[in-house]
């Protein structure tokens, strides 16, 4: 019943973020980082649950992000749909169907389009883990509050190229069929 209403909350978030609505709630990329933080947090989730190899699980986990600077919130919303992409392979390979993917990044793109696009990606995470789990599992974590300050569009890009390289080591290193993301779900 709580997967539901996070999955319509989500939905109905993910379909305000078109342009034609133009909404603005006001959200920083100190908000997107925060949400960032928590996908990550289902990346190494993921890892745990599909990789048996416990050195790649390590390296996964060991991994750290890298400095950028200069970018924008369409270079953080582009890598956010390539990382969509790699969880909707999995979400095909274990019968969930994808999720569906924003329309390509515009220079107008603003990071409250960038954090309805990362919710959105956060609760498909969620439910994969839930999915994927034979025990009842507790996703609260996965939706922790952080109250981050002054973070820029560089450092979210660096949390998301974080989960992206994130997955894709464990893709090339634990046998899981990858499409890199590309026409998955779009």
Same mark, same amino acid.
């Given at each position: 019943?709580?997967l539901?209403?996070?999955?319509?909350?989500?939905?109905?978030?993910?379909?305000?973020?078109?342009?034609?609505?133009?909404?603005?709630?006001?959200?920083?990329?100190?908000?997107?980082?925060?949400?960032?933080?928590?996908?990550?947090?289902?990346?190494?989730?993921?890892?745990?649950?599909?990789?048996?190899?416990?050195?790649?699980v390590?390296?996964?986990?060991?991994?750290?992000?890298?400095? %950028?600077?200069? @970018?924008? &919130?369409a *270079? =953080?919303? /582009? $890598?956010?749909?390539?990382?969509?992409?790699?969880?909707?392979?999995?979400?095909?390979?274990?019968d969930?169907?994808?999720?569906?993917?924003?329309?390509?990044?515009?220079?107008?793109?603003?990071?409250?389009?960038?954090?309805?696009?990362?919710?959105?990606?956060?609760?498909s995470?969620?439910?994969?883990i839930?999915?994927?789990?034979?025990?009842?599992?507790?996703?609260?974590?996965?939706?922790?509050?952080?109250? %981050?300050?002054? @973070?820029? &569009?560089? *450092? =979210?890009? /660096? $949390?998301?190229?974080?989960?992206?390289?994130?997955?894709?080591?464990?893709?090339?290193?634990?046998?899981?069929?990858?499409?890199?993301?590309?026409?998955?779900?779009?």
């Amino acid at each position: 019943m709580a997967l539901a209403r996070v999955l319509l909350i989500a939905a109905t978030l993910a379909m305000l973020s078109g342009k034609a609505w133009a909404l603005d709630l006001g959200l920083t990329p100190s908000h997107v980082y925060s949400l960032w933080t928590n996908i990550n947090r289902t990346v190494i989730e993921c890892v745990n649950l599909t990789v048996k190899d416990t050195t790649i699980v390590s390296g996964v986990k060991a991994m750290a992000t890298k400095k %950028f600077t200069g @970018k924008k &919130p369409a *270079d =953080v919303l /582009a $890598l956010a749909l390539h990382v969509e992409g790699l969880w909707n392979t999995l979400r095909i390979q274990s019968d969930l169907p994808p999720t569906l993917q924003a329309i390509a990044p515009e220079s107008m793109t603003t990071p409250t389009d960038v954090y309805l696009e990362s919710s959105k990606i956060l609760a498909s995470s969620v439910e994969w883990i839930i999915g994927n789990t034979d025990s009842s599992h507790l996703v609260a974590g996965y939706f922790v509050r952080h109250t %981050f300050k002054d @973070k820029t &569009p560089s *450092d =979210v890009y /660096a $949390l998301v190229d974080l989960a992206q390289r994130r997955m894709q080591f464990a893709f090339d290193h634990s046998g899981l069929a990858t499409q890199s993301g590309e026409g998955s779900g779009q």
